[in-house]
């Protein structure tokens, strides 16, 4: 059987295997990061700020579709107004703030 370390070893007449390989698993790592891990974070952050900015009047939709005008807030809960009717749901489950209607077409 072959070991880990031999198969890792450079042949003879070659040099820098070992050093080539870490050099693209860095690249490979900053690859990850940049098109992966760093997005997502700065997705997550605004967010957050869209979240701790929202306000009584703002329309809002929901992760479930609910879309409605923000009635009431009380730490994680928010009350929206949507028609007729008024729903509790977690803050985090507020996806988008702003204009919630679609634009009217020309009739």
Known sequence: ???????????PGQKG???LLLI????IGMVFYF?????QSQARKKHAEML???K???DVIT???????????KDDR????????????????????GETAPPQLPA
Do not use: C, Y
């Open 63 to 73: 992760t479930g579709g609910l879309m409605g005008k923000v009635r009431d807030i």
């Open 56 to 58: 009584k009047g703002d």
């Open 24 to 27: 693209q698993l860095l690249l």
């Open 1 to 11: 059987m072959l070991s880990l370390a031999s198969l890792m070893a450079p042949a």
């Open 35 to 39: 098109l992966i891990l760093r997005p």
């Open 78 to 97: 928010v009350t929206i107004e949507s028609g007729t009717s008024t729903v509790v749901v977690h803050r985090s489950r507020i996806i988008q703030v």
């Open 52 to 54: 701790t900015a929202l």
């Open 17 to 19: 295997g070992m050093s």
